[in-house]
């Protein structure tokens, strides 16, 4: 059974570096666009970065040049860098899995973690 369990999530003050983790497990995701999206209080979950593993990736407006998303050479895990952040990147963020080529609406994607949780505040 396909599982995609995030982790790395925490409270950081505006400025600072965080880096999230998606381990995956029970199926290989190869072939497919491994991505993170976020769900602020009361929001809608949006779009934040994705890859496919031969190294194209996409990014939301909000997060280019502050976050970056890789996965390593195992396949195993997919990785979000957070630098400086700021309190408009508090949400729980996931990572997901979909077939299709770097799409960015939430139900081309096949595959959920259960999430974790960033606070920025200071």
């Known amino acids: 059974q396909a599982q995609l369990v995030e982790s790395g999530g925490g409270l950081v003050q505006p400025g600072d570096s965080l880096r999230l983790t998606c381990k995956i497990s029970g199926r290989s995701f190869t072939t497919y666009t491994m991505a993170w999206f976020r769900q602020g209080p009361g929001k809608d979950r949006e779009f934040v970065a994705a890859?496919?593993?031969?190294?194209?990736?996409r990014y939301a407006d909000s997060v280019k040049g502050r976050f970056t998303i890789s996965g390593d050479n195992a396949k195993t895990a997919v990785y979000l860098q957070m630098n400086d952040v700021n309190p408009k990147d508090t949400a729980v963020y996931y990572c997901?899995?979909?077939?299709?080529?770097?799409?960015?609406?939430?139900?081309?994607?096949?595959?959920w973690g259960q999430g974790t949780q960033v606070t920025v505040s200071s």
């Open positions: 890859m496919r593993w031969f190294g194209s990736t």
């Open positions: 997901a899995a979909a077939r299709n080529f770097l799409v960015e609406s939430p139900g081309e994607y096949d595959y």
